[in-house]
C-alpha cells in the first residue's frame, strides 16, 4: 500500500508565515539602526580625514585654512591631499566629502536625492570682535590656526542640514555655493529659522538627535543639538 506525502495544513503554513512575519518585525528595527550607526561612523571617518587633508593643508600655507566661500572653498583646495590634483581632479569623486546619511528626502514638502548634493559639511566662517560679542560676522577668507585660542574646543565643520531652504550644490560654480558656511546664530541647530540667509545650517537630527563635527585640532565627534552653542564657534 503507497502511503500518501504528508504535506502542511493551510493552518500549519498561516502560523510558519506568521512566525516569519513576527522575527521581520523584531529584526527589521535592528537592522535599522544598525545601518544607521554604520552611517554615522563612517561619516565621523569622514570628517577625520577631511581634518587630516585640513592639517596638510596648513602646513604648506603657513598654518592658515579656508573659512567661508571666498576665494578659497575648502574642498577645491584640499583636492591634493585626498588624492587629487588641484584644478584638474573633480572634488565630486572625492567619497569623504559625502554623508551618507543625507536624506533623500524631508519632511514631504521637498525632495532631495542625496545623489545630487555634493557638499554634506558646512564650515566655520564665523568672527567675533570680542568675547562678549555673541552674534559675530562673517570671515569670508583664511585664517591661521594660532588665532583659535581653544582649538580642540572649537568646530571647524558639521554636518549640513537638509531643508527646503537649503540649497543643493551640485557643483563648485552652483550660485549658492556660499551659503555652506556658519557665522550667525541663527545657523545653530537650536534654531527654527528657514530663511535662505539666517536660518539654519546645521543638520539638527542627521545622526540620533544631532550631528558629527570635526574641530580643529583635527578630531571628529558626535554633538547633541541641544548642546551646541556659540562658544563652540569662537575664534576668541
Given at each position: ?6 504535506a502542511?495544513t493551510?493552518i500549519?503554513l498561516?502560523?510558519?508565515?506568521a ?7 523584531i529584526l527589521m528595527p535592528?537592522?535599522?539602526?544598525a545601518k544607521?550607526?554604520?552611517?554615522a ?19 604648506d600655507y603657513?598654518s592658515?585654512?579656508?573659512?567661508g566661500a ?6 577645491i583646495?584640499f ?5 587629487q590634483?588641484q584644478?584638474?581632479?573633480?572634488y565630486?569623486?572625492v567619497d ?5 546619511s543625507f536624506?533623500r528626502?524631508g519632511?514631504g ?6 545623489s545630487?548634493?555634493?557638499?554634506c559639511y558646512?564650515v566655520?566662517d564665523w568672527?567675533f570682535s570680542s ?5 559675530g ?6 585664517t591661521?590656526?594660532?588665532?583659535f585660542a581653544?582649538?580642540?574646543?572649537t568646530i571647524?565643520?558639521a554636518d ?5 531652504w537649503r540649497p543643493i550644490i551640485?557643483?563648485e560654480?552652483?550660485r ?5 558656511d556658519?557665522f550667525?546664530?541663527?545657523h545653530l ?5 528657514t ?5 539654519r545650517r ?8 544631532g550631528c ?7 578630531h ?5 543639538a541641544e ?9 576668541k
Open positions: 500500500m503507497v502511503r500518501g506525502k504528508r502542511f493551510l500549519e498561516l502560523v510558519v508565515i512566525i516569519i512575519a513576527l522575527l521581520m518585525g535592528a537592522l535599522h539602526r544607521k550607526q554604520a552611517q561612523t563612517t561619516c565621523l571617518s569622514n570628517l577625520k580625514q577631511i581634518g587630516l587633508a585640513a592639517a596638510l593643508y596648513a602646513e603657513d592658515f585654512i579656508p573659512r571666498g576665494s578659497s572653498i575648502w574642498f583646495q583636492l591634493p591631499y585626498v588624492g590634483k584644478n584638474k581632479g573633480d565630486r569623486s569623504i566629502y559625502r554623508c551618507r536624506p528626502t519632511n514638502l521637498y525632495e532631495i536625492p542625496n545630487r548634493q555634493t557638499v558646512v566655520n568672527t568675547r562678549t560679542d555673541e552674534k560676522s562673517s570671515v569670508t577668507k583664511p591661521r590656526l594660532s588665532v581653544r582649538r580642540a574646543y571647524y565643520m549640513n542640514e537638509a531643508g527646503f551640485e557643483d560654480n552652483s549658492e555655493i556660499s551659503r555652506c556658519i550667525d546664530p541663527g541647530p537650536a534654531s527654527d529659522s530663511d535662505i540667509t539666517r536660518g546645521i543638520a539638527r537630527e542627521r545622526h540620533r538627535k558629527n563635527v570635526l574641530f580643529l585640532d583635527w571628529s565627534e558626535y554633538v547633541e548642546n551646541m552653542t556659540v562658544g563652540m564657534w569662537r575664534d
